[in-house]
């Protein structure tokens, strides 16, 4: 009897003591492969951006959010600044080619001053990101605007707008950039879409500014004269379209003349709905596109795939900005993303 006491004393303490092993086990945690293999994979890599220009808030936005995202998980990330040079983009491109980083992140100035190199580039085995600006040549990955969609909704509201019967008339001007960006021939190709399908509507002048607010601005105080009756106006971009709306503003016919333009959805083109400036800024959402940019980076640098050899293209969701739904959740500042 004393002896099966102590068998089943002894018995007790060993699970006690094998319970109270697992709980200091357990105190301590378990090690999770996946988040182990993650930050292993990403460690030691290298991001270059080559953007059209830095200095501008579609850039600036980008790089602080692509910037933050290498900080935090402890791969390189480099800039090469062409400032606003094709040329010298298609230097940093070739001399990024033979340094060999894991991913370059390509932002087109046109559909074909890159293409060759970005075709040479994932032959030498370089992941590539194309982001808002599309090239001839597919890559692994394109993270941007869908030009064309934003082309259907600018021409769409201006036909509401200046149709048959609607406006003072039915004129309209379409503002261009540079002619053989994809923001301009693929935008075109959706603005035109919906305007042949109405075809009272005028195009009385189609121009390129080249990005330049003087231009746009010269370039509307001359359609304006010619035709003081406009109804309606198209722009590629908000930041050249600032010259535009001066123009417009300055000839008196801020409530006449209907202004479409779109961009990142940065404060400034809020505050220039706000003012009256824009009648719809069509935002392609920077931080979102950051935050799309980052997923891309992050899945390319893990991914064991080769470069090229599959690819992937995401158009980011679009905001109609008016008076009647501009607000902060709509619109941001470079401060915001840093």
């Known amino acids: 009897m004393q002896r099966a006491f102590v068998k089943r ?4 303490a060993a699970v006690l003591a094998a319970g109270l092993g697992w709980a200091v086990a357990q105190d301590k945690g378990l090690e999770n492969p996946r988040s182990t293999a993650f930050h292993t994979s990403l460690k030691d890599k290298k991001v270059v951006f080559v953007p059209l220009s830095m200095g501008f808030d579609l850039t600036e936005g980008w790089a602080a959010q692509m910037r933050r995202q290498a900080e935090r998980l402890g791969y390189g990330f480099e800039i090469r600044d062409p400032a606003w040079s094709t040329d010298a983009g298609t230097r940093a491109i070739q001399s990024l080619i033979t340094e060999k980083p894991d991913l370059m992140v390509i932002h087109n100035p046109d559909i074909q001053s890159y293409a ?3 075709k040479q580039a994932q032959a030498e ?5 194309q982001i808002n600006l599309e090239s001839n040549t597919t890559t692994d990955s394109y993270v941007g605007a869908d030009w064309t969609e934003i082309g259907r909704k600018a021409a769409e509201a201006v036909v509401a707008r200046c149709d048959a019967g609607k406006g003072v008339s039915t004129k309209v001007a379409i ?5 053989t ?3 301009d021939v693929f935008q075109l190709d959706g603005i035109y879409e919906v305007l042949d399908a109405h075809p009272d509507i005028q195009v009385v002048s189609q ?10 601005r010269s370039i509307m105080a001359t359609v304006l004269q010619q035709h003081p009756d406009l109804c309606g106006a198209i722009g590629i971009w908000d930041n050249q379209d600032t010259g535009t709306a ?6 008196g016919k801020s409530d006449q003349v209907f202004l479409v333009t779109s961009g990142g959805g940065n404060s400034v083109g809020c505050e220039n709905v706000e003012k009256g400036l824009f009648n719809l800024y069509i935002s392609y959402n920077v931080p979102l596109q950051g935050d799309l940019l980052n997923q891309e ?3 390319l640098l893990m991914s064991e795939g080769a470069a090229g050899e599959s690819k992937a293209i995401y158009f980011n969701p679009l905001t109609l900005i008016t008076k009647d739904n501009v607000n902060q959740r709509n619109c941001w500042t470079l401060d915001d993303l840093k």
Do not use: C, H
Request: net charge positive.
């Open 297 to 299: 980076i992050v899945r």
């Open 125 to 129: 085995g370089i992941k590539i990101v």
């Open 9 to 12: 004393t002894a018995l007790a």
């Open 246 to 251: 001066s123009a417009i503003k300055e000839a």
């Open 181 to 183: 960006a994809a923001s």
């Open 207 to 216: 121009q390129a500014t080249e990005y330049n607010p003087e231009k746009a």
């Open 116 to 118: 060759r190199l970005l």
């Open 175 to 179: 503002d261009t950039g540079v002619p």
